[in-house]
């Protein structure tokens, strides 16, 4: 059994994953891809384009072996066809379709780029929608998706408002009437053209849905809109547990959050229910945790590039016997850190003898919130910390200590 037959038969690694892509590329006439392992990329030698691999891994392992070819092929064919966007408004005006996307993948986007001599006109542009939302741009054609940037606004001489006014008009014409499905005050889309979750902008779409309550929407991934009533609470049941599974196992991530539309716009959504809470909670967890966890791998990358000396502390999931899980840092006497906001906090006064004690997060911002200060380039957030409390202060959250 040769290495393709090998690979192809079983769930590969995703440096065997890469190779696939790479000999696929070059089967197509494109060589020379560099394949980077710390962030699951490949690159174009002396081009500007970068393929990120994470989405097409999740679909091409989760797929019948019989349809992994075509997860190739479809990757190829994308970036081989990515179009030349009009230099016109009037020309690109008819392609142009919204699109939600995660803000922590977008933070990861400039960390990655972050230090390379890239040309701030070629910033994607998005705008606030939800909480850890984004609502953005792209120039839609066959075979791909494409971002509009800055200077692509700029050319055709429109704000992204404007743009984004004609995207959404788009998007209702490519909006079937029977594109829900539902039973039980339970809805899920099957338009199945990348923009389900887009459809959340179609707010007039969702009040005609007939649920129990306010509408909560559920956005696990790009490809799935699920929705049900903030009185519906197996309703409520249904989607988290169906999200949960896609948007830990299919590719393109969006939210593990519930979102209800209050008075036409959407806000986050805690269920009121304890089991439903939790459910949600340790989705929210889970995510955080890959998200953060990524994010120290790009920043430890980063720092050693340009002989910075930070620590960066990684957001770890703990749980106490008979208590439920929760997520947690390490504050660490005498080290500049940066941390990632967890539900606790472990203050380490003596990693040798294990000297050390935790505290809730909130408990700890109201005795040393003056010592944490947030970095406004990361996302998802963290706080530098460049001192450690004083005794005074180690006393105080000690009364405190979990």
Known sequence: MNFLDKVFSSKPSQREFAEIVITAFEK??????????????????????????????????????????????????????????????????KNLMPVIRDESYEGMMHLMGEGEADDPGLTRQYKPFARRLLA???????????????????????????????????????TRPDGFEGANGVYWSRWADSYDSSRMLLTELIYRLSVDGDPVAFVPNRDALLVTGTHNIAGLRVILNAGAESHFKQGHPLSPDLFVLDDGVWKHHIPADAE??????????????????HQKELLDKLHEKQDVDIYVAGYQIAQREGQKAFSICVWSRGVDSLIP?????????????????????DSTVAVVGDLMEEDPQLIPKRMRVREFPDAQQIAQLRKLAK
């Not at 940037?149 to 004609?166: P, S, Y």
């Not at 459910?279 to 929210?284: L, P, S, V």
């Not at 906001?341 to 997060?361: G, H």
Request: with cysteine.
């Open 341 to 361: 906001v967890t539900e606790q906090i472990a203050f380490m006064l003596d990693a040798e003898k294990s000297d050390f004690f935790t505290v809730s997060w």
């Open 136 to 174: 953005g741009l792209a120039y839609d054609t066959e075979h791909s998706i494409t971002s509009v940037n800055f200077k692509t606004l700029q050319a055709w001489g429109v704000d992204l408002d404007q743009a984004f006014a004609v995207a959404k008009e788009n998007l209702w014409d490519r």
């Open 276 to 293: 439903l809470r939790e459910i949600w909670a340790g989705m929210r967890r889970q995510r955080d945790g890959i998200d953060y966890n």
């Open 28 to 93: 197509s006439g494109s060589p020379g891809l560099a394949y980077c392992e710390s962030d699951f990329t490949l690159r174009f030698p002396g081009r500007n384009a970068t393929i990120f691999l994470h989405n097409s891994y999740t679909s091409y392992c989760e797929v019948p072996r019989s349809g992994r070819q075509e997860v190739i092929s479809k990757l190829v064919a994308g970036f081989a066809s990515v179009p030349e966007i009009p230099s016109d408004f009037a020309s690109a005006r």
